[in-house]
């Protein structure tokens, strides 16, 4: 049966993006990095991705002032051109419109460095250590309209240090991104695959 083909959202480093090109070696993997699509041109991880040879596209979010479906209309033509079945946000640091999250209801899924619902939003780390939690973690889950929303589907947790500084836990929760998002997008393909032949 072919893989399942997975877009992913990049908008920086894209280490995320690039545990799922590693897991998308072993052909045994039921998905394959189809295309990386960047709303940011400068974003590290579309060379990464290139280097890897993986196809990527950047859609300068600057070329469309004021139009944010006009932006994500040209990123789901080109998940579509590229035969798309499921796309991964990995660090697509850009709030969606309806359209694109309706036009990929149920197929398009978030990594979140916290545990959701607990600290949505750009400033996790930093809002976990001042409410003097005692552990954090990580979130994937199915992307709905509101920022870091959306039914959760698996998480992971990490402890969190007394001498932990934002970049400590950060990276103690990135770790465990890496380990979980792989697991995820390979159950969720396993899934898209079954339904298509059913
Ligand atoms: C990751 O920690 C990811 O969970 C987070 O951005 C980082 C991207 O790193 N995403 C969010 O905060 C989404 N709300 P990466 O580019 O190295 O994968």
């Known amino acids: ?7 992913v959202l990049i908008s920086g480093r894209g280490s995320n993006m ?3 090109i590693a897991a998308a070696r072993d052909p045994a993997y039921p998905a394959e990095i189809a295309l990386v699509v960047s709303n940011r041109p400068d974003a590290p991880g579309l060379d990464k991705a290139t280097a ?33 079945e499921l796309v991964a946000l990995a660090g697509y640091m850009r709030l969606l419109s ?3 999250v309706r036009a990929w209801a149920g197929r398009m899924v978030n990594i979140h460095p916290s545990l959701l619902p607990e600290f949505p939003g750009t400033n996790s780390h930093a809002e976990v250590l001042a409410a003097g939690r005692d552990k954090s973690g990580c979130t994937v889950h199915l992307v709905t309209e509101g920022m870091d929303e959306g039914p959760i589907i698996a998480q992971a947790e990490v402890p969190v240090l007394s001498t932990d500084t934002e970049t400590s836990l ?7 991104e ?10 969720l393909a396993r899934e898209i ?6």
Not at 170 to 176: P, T
Not at 193 to 198: L, T
């Open 1 to 7: 049966m072919s893989r399942v083909r997975v877009g």
């Open 18 to 20: 690039e545990v799922l």
């Open 52 to 84: 890897a040879g993986i196809p990527t596209l950047a859609v300068d979010q600057k070329a469309f002032p004021g139009d944010r479906e006009g932006h994500e209309r040209t990123i789901d033509w080109a998940l579509r051109e590229a035969g798309v």
């Open 98 to 100: 309806p359209f694109l």
């Open 170 to 176: 950060a990276a103690r929760v990135l770790e465990q």
């Open 178 to 187: 890496h380990r979980l998002y792989p697991r995820v997008i390979a159950d």
């Open 193 to 198: 695959a079954a339904e298509r032949v059913s």
